[in-house]
Nanobody, 123 residues
Framework: QVHLVESGGGLVQAGGSLTLSCTASGNIFRINDMGWYRQTPGQRRELVATVTSRGITNYADSVKGRFTISGINANNTIDLQMNSVELQDTAVYHC?????????????????WGQGTQVTVSS
């Protein structure tokens, strides 16, 4: 089994900063990629930022220049540094993990999600 633990959400004023963290644990053979997506009521989950095991990052246009995703560290943790937050950044932020596990002698790749952490930006 693989588990994701998210932390760092909360209330922040517009223009302020917040850091989200996500840690993966469990029967992990290899992490392929990790990232953050967000969702608001009635809307589809959308990309915020991702990073591969090789450190290649990808950002949504709406957060470029404001948010920074870290590399995947030795503790299987990523951070999302959110600066200059805006009202429209309010959402539930979900950590995403692309992982390979070893079951017996078989490698199995799959994606999994964290339960989400609420970020609320106030004016």
């Amino acid at each position: 089994q693989v588990h994701l633990v998210e932390s760092g959400g909360g209330l922040v004023q517009a223009g302020g900063s917040l850091t989200l963290s996500c840690t993966a644990s469990g029967n992990i053979f290899r992490i392929n990629d990790m990232g953050w997506y967000r969702q608001t009521p009635g809307q589809r989950r959308e990309l915020v930022a991702t990073v591969t095991s090789r450190g290649i990052t990808n950002y949504a246009d709406s957060v470029k220049g404001r948010f920074t995703i870290s590399g995947i560290n030795a503790n299987n943790t990523i951070d999302l540094q959110m600066n200059s937050v805006e009202l429209q950044d309010t959402a539930v932020y979900h950590c995403h993990l692309g992982v390979t596990v070893l079951n017996g002698d078989q490698l199995h790749e799959f994606d999994t999600w964290g339960q989400g952490t609420q970020v609320t930006v106030s004016s």
